[in-house]
């Protein structure tokens, strides 16, 4: 073979690897650019879940006083076996989006300064009453990992 028969397969054979490798790191530009959409459409949907939860709680005209009353200290024995299943139901809607945001994380779709942000304040779930009423309704109900997490963060504190 010719001198210039095994130059011309030499550049061929480099400008095949540099085509390679300027595809690859498009791929890895373009995932890059999908994780971070898939980050931000799963955070503009916990936003915007948490505001259609605010804004149903505040516009109730029971479950504001009920939360009010657990956030002073009262226990289930305090409420009728209705208001009851008002705070089981509203407390088990909280606990559902706190589950989905953790498996968020743990998917790798959050992280965990998101996570924390947008948990919600630990205040609403050290009460007495979401903790005397823990293991009889609301662990069970829930993905194993996320309710090991919350008995160890919040119930068993």
């Known amino acids: 073979m010719s001198k210039i028969r095994q130059a011309r397969k030499g550049i061929g054979a480099a400008v095949s690897a540099l085509a390679v490798v300027v595809s690859l ?3 890895g530009y373009e995932l890059r650019q999908n ?7 799963a955070i503009q949907e916990l936003s915007a879940q948490s505001v259609d939860f605010l804004t149903a709680w505040s516009t109730d005209e029971v479950l504001p006083g009920l939360l009010l009353r657990t956030s002073q200290g009262a226990t289930p024995e305090a409420f009728t076996p209705e208001e009851n299943q008002r705070l089981t ?3 088990l809607t909280a606990l559902r989006a706190y589950e989905a945001r953790f498996i968020q994380v743990q998917l790798g779709v959050l992280n965990e300064d998101i996570f ?5 304040s630990s205040v609403f779930y050290e009460r007495p009453w979401l903790r005397a009423r823990w293991g009889e309704l609301f662990e069970t109900s829930l993905g194993p990992e996320f309710a090991a ?3 160890d963060r919040f119930v068993n504190e």
């Open 25 to 27: 790191a498009f791929v």
């Open 35 to 41: 994780t971070a959409a898939v980050r931000a459409a």
């Open 89 to 91: 139901l509203a407390y």
């Open 116 to 120: 924390e942000s947008m948990a919600g």
């Open 149 to 151: 997490y919350f008995t």
